[in-house]
C-alpha cells in the first residue's frame, strides 16, 4: 500500500473520529438543552397557581382569573413567577413568621397581598410556600432568604364584570412603598412586643435555620434596622412643596437602585466630614473612634453598627441631614414598564438610559436585582485579582470585590424567556367587540397623530426590532422629574473614586462626586464580572463565561446611535441625552394604564384630551387633575382602570412628579417632530382612535 493510499485513510480516519466528535456534542447539547427545559419548566400547575380572594379593600371581583396568548403557558409562567435573580429582602423564615402590625395576621396572608395590590398565588412545586407572583425563596453562603422578582412589578391584572384577566408582563398596581413601610412597623412590632417576639422566635426556631432565641432576636434587629434604614433613605423629601408619594402602579425604581449603589460605595474618609457637620462634636467623635478599627470600604456588617450607634445618639432631624447628604431623594416614581419586546429594544427604561446590546441585559437585569434586595457583600482586598483588569482596576492601589447574590445565570434565563413573550391583544370575548369600521377611521388619525414616533410593528415576528425614539422633556412637555434626576444627581464615588467609567462620549474620570448615571454604570459592570461566592472559581469561570458567550451571541440587538429629537451627550454633558423620554410602539397599549411615563393620566381617552388649569377645567373635556388609583376594574370605552368613587390612592397632578401636562398632540397642544400642530380631534375622532388602539 503506497504511503499515500495510509495518508488518505489516516486523514479519512481523523475526519471520522471528528465527525463523531461533533455529532456527540450536538446530542450532548441537545441533551443538555432538554434536560433545562425539563428542569425550568417542571411546574404545570393549572392557571398558573392563581389564587382568588374574595375580601378586596376597593370591591374589585374576580370570580374567575383567565390568561391571554402571550406565547407562554403555565410552565412558562410559573418559572418567570418563581424563579429566584439573587434578592434577599428578609430571611425566609422570618418572611414566614412576621405578622402584620395593623392586625396580627400574617404579613403574606392573601388579604395583605391584595391590600398592596400583588397577585396572590396557590401553593404549587415551584412556590412551596404560597408567595405572591414575583416573590421567591433565594439561597445565599448557605441560608434561604425571601426575595422579588422581575414578575413582581412586571405582572398585571385587569377585572371586568367578575372576570379577572392576568397580562403578563404587564405593569403592576403594586404599592411598594407602603408594602416597605408597613413591613419596616411589623418588623419593629414584632421587636417591641415580648410576646410577639416569643411566638415569633419560636416559629422560626421550629424551621431550623438558627440554633438560639438570641440568634434569631439579633438577626431581627439587624433586618428591622436595615429596612427602617432603606425607608428613611428613601422617604418623599420636604422641601417646601407638596411630598411626591407613590401610590399604586408606580416606584422610583431608579432612585432607589442609585440609594442603594451610594449605600455601598461608602469610605470612612468619605463619612467622617460629613459626621463632623451633621453631628454635635461628642456624638461624631464618639463614632469616629468605632471606625477606627473597620477597613476603609465600609461593610455591611460596619454600616450596621454604625447606624445601631447613629439611631441610638441622634436626633432624627441630624440623622436627616445627614443621609441627605449622602443619598438623593426617591421622587420621581414612574409606571412600571411593560415587558413584551424588551429584548428587541435597542435602548430601554422611560429615558432610555440603557443601551441593550452585547451584555447589555445583563447589566439592566442586575441594576434592578440591586434594587430589589440583592446582597452587595463588597470588599477591599490588596491581593492580585485577574479580574480587576478585565474590570478597569488597579494592581496598585488593589481591587474592589464586588461579590453579591445576584444569580446571573437566572438574569439570562429570564431575558431569553421574555423573548418569546408578545404583547396581549384585545379579549373581544371578555371586554366586547371591537368596532372594525370605527378602527379603519382611526388608523388614519393614528398615521397622522401618533406614528411620527410610535412605530407599527408586528407584535409575534421573532425580527422585529423596536427603536426608541427620544424626544427632549421640553419638546413633548411631560414632566421632567424623572429624567432631570437622572442627569442631575450625584453622589459620593467612595471606593472607586478615581476610577474610569465608559460613557458615549469617552471615558469619565470619576471625582469624589460623580454623576450617578457613571457609577451605576461602573458597580453593575463590575457586579456582573464578579465571581459568584457560592461557586468554585472553577465552576464559575465556566459559567460565566458560558452566559457571556450566549447571552451575545442570543442579542440581535447591535450598538447603535440614539434617534429622536433629544439633546446629544458632549464632552461636557456626557448623559444629557437622558433629558428625554422614549417613544415605544403601542401593541398591547390597551393593557397597561395609566398612561404617561408618571402614570398621570388614568385612560388612553384622557390621555387624548388637553391637561387643564384648574380655573379652565371641564369634565370629560379635559385630563383629570385628581383621581383615585388602585382599583383593577376595568373601563373598556374609555380604555383604563376605574379612577373615581372608591377610597384608593388619590392622585394629584399639581405635584412636581405627578404633572399630567404634555404629549397633547390629538389636542391640538403639541407640536409634532417636524414642528406642525395638528388641529386637535373632537369627540367622535377620539373614539375613532381609540378603537383603532385597541387593535394593536
Known sequence: ?????????????????????????????????????????????????????????????????AYLEQGWGNRERLWFYNTSQGSNLLPMSFALNVKHADDQQPFFSPAHILRYRYLPQQVSSSNPYGLPVGMTLDNYKGKPYFGFTCAACHTTQINYRGQGIRIDGGPAMADMENFMLDLGRSLEATLANAELLAEFTS????????????????????????????????????????????????????????????????????????????????????????????????????????????????????????????????????????????????????????QNASIGPLGRNAGQVIGVFGTLDFEHNSGINPMALINKQSFSKGHIEFTSSLDIRNLRLVEKQLKSLTSPQWPEQYLGDINREMAAKGRKHFVAYCAACHDDIVRDDPKRRVIAKLSHYDKVGTDNKMAANSVEFSGGSGIIEGRYVDTEVGELYLEPRAPIAGLLSYTTRNVILERDPDKTWVEWLAERAFDFLLTINENEVKPSIKRGDYSPNTTAMPYDSLRAYKARPLNGIWATAPYLHNGSVPTLYD?????????????????????????????????????????????????????????????????????KILPALDHTGRMELLEYLKTL
Open 607 to 675: 390621555l387624548l384630551l388637553p391637561a387643564c388649569d384648574a380655573a379652565d377645567f371641564v369634565e370629560d373635556e379635559c385630563r383629570p387633575n385628581d383621581f383615585r388609583v388602585g382599583s383593577r376594574e376595568f373601563d373598556p370605552q374609555k380604555v383604563g382602570f376605574r379612577s373615581q368613587g372608591y377610597a384608593g390612592f388619590a392622585f394629584d397632578t399639581a405635584i412636581y412628579g405627578n404633572h399630567n401636562s404634555g404629549h397633547e398632540y390629538a389636542a391640538g397642544k403639541t407640536a409634532q417632530p417636524n414642528g
Open 1 to 65: 500500500m503506497s504511503s499515500q493510499s495510509q495518508d488518505f485513510r489516516k486523514m479519512f480516519s481523523y475526519l471520522k473520529r471528528a465527525l463523531l466528535a461533533f455529532v456527540a456534542l450536538v446530542i450532548l447539547w441537545a441533551a443538555i438543552g432538554a434536560g433545562n427545559r425539563a428542569y425550568h419548566y417542571w411546574d404545570n400547575q393549572a392557571n398558573a397557581g392563581a389564587l382568588l380572594v374574595e375580601q378586596d379593600r376597593f370591591g374589585d371581583e374576580a370570580k374567575t382569573i
Open 203 to 354: 416559629n422560626v426556631l421550629e424551621q431550623g435555620d438558627y440554633d438560639s432565641a438570641d440568634a434569631v432576636k439579633h438577626e431581627l434587629e439587624i433586618f428591622t434596622q436595615r429596612i427602617g434604614t432603606y425607608n428613611l433613605v428613601n422617604k418623599p423629601r420636604d422641601t417646601g412643596r407638596a411630598l411626591t408619594h407613590y401610590g399604586f402602579a408606580r416606584l422610583d425604581a431608579f432612585g432607589r437602585i442609585y440609594n442603594r449603589v451610594l449605600e455601598h460605595l461608602i469610605t470612612k474618609s468619605q463619612l467622617e466630614p460629613l459626621l463632623k457637620q451633621h453631628l454635635p462634636a461628642a456624638d461624631a467623635a464618639e463614632l469616629i473612634a468605632a471606625m477606627a478599627p473597620m477597613p476603609e470600604l465600609l461593610r455591611n456588617q460596619d454600616r450596621d453598627l454604625l447606624i445601631a450607634q447613629l439611631n441610638k445618639r441622634v436626633s432624627l432631624k441630624a440623622r436627616l441631614n445627614l443621609l441627605n447628604d449622602l443619598f438623593n431623594p426617591a421622587d420621581a416614581p414612574v409606571s412600571y414598564p411593560f415587558l413584551w419586546d424588551i429584548p428587541h429594544h435597542d435602548y430601554v427604561q422611560w429615558n432610555g438610559i440603557v
